[in-house]
């Protein structure tokens, strides 16, 4: 996880389009015994469209599993899937680290319907 605070090289808008950011309320949450680092298994209900998803999240630090089913939060929906252990991760759950390096998640700032795109 990087904290760095340098100033990223700009990118274009069409750069930027091209991730595809959705919200999604997770409606499974469980411990990753076999995982090197903390983690959950989380399932994201990413609407009618694009359904149910799933997501390896190292965020065990300020979230109980139980905490977070029915929690929304903001995905990248379009990366290809990835083996992160026994999960096979299909959208990166979106967080930024404290000032210790433990994952918060990005979320809705109100509840908004599963699968609406971030733009």
Do not use: C, W
């Not at 760095?4 to 069409?14: Q, R, V």
């Not at 919200?23 to 959950?40: D, K, N």
């Not at 998803?53 to 599993?65: D, F, G, I, P, W």
């Amino acid at each position: 996880m990087s904290t760095d605070t340098t100033a990223p090289d700009p990118i274009g808008i069409d750069d930027f389009l091209k991730l595809d950011v959705r919200a999604g309320t997770i409606v499974e949450a469980a411990p990753i015994p076999q995982a090197r680092r903390p983690a959950y298994r989380l399932v994201i209900d990413f609407g009618a469209e694009l359904g149910l998803r799933k997501s390896s999240a190292q965020v065990t630090v300020h979230y109980a599993a139980d905490e977070l089913v029915g929690r929304q939060v903001l995905a990248v929906v379009n990366l290809p899937p990835r083996q992160v252990g026994p999960v096979r991760s299909e959208v990166l759950t979106l967080g930024v680290p404290d000032a210790e390096g433990a994952v918060v998640l990005a979320v809705p700032e109100r509840a908004v319907p599963n699968g609406v795109r971030l733009f």
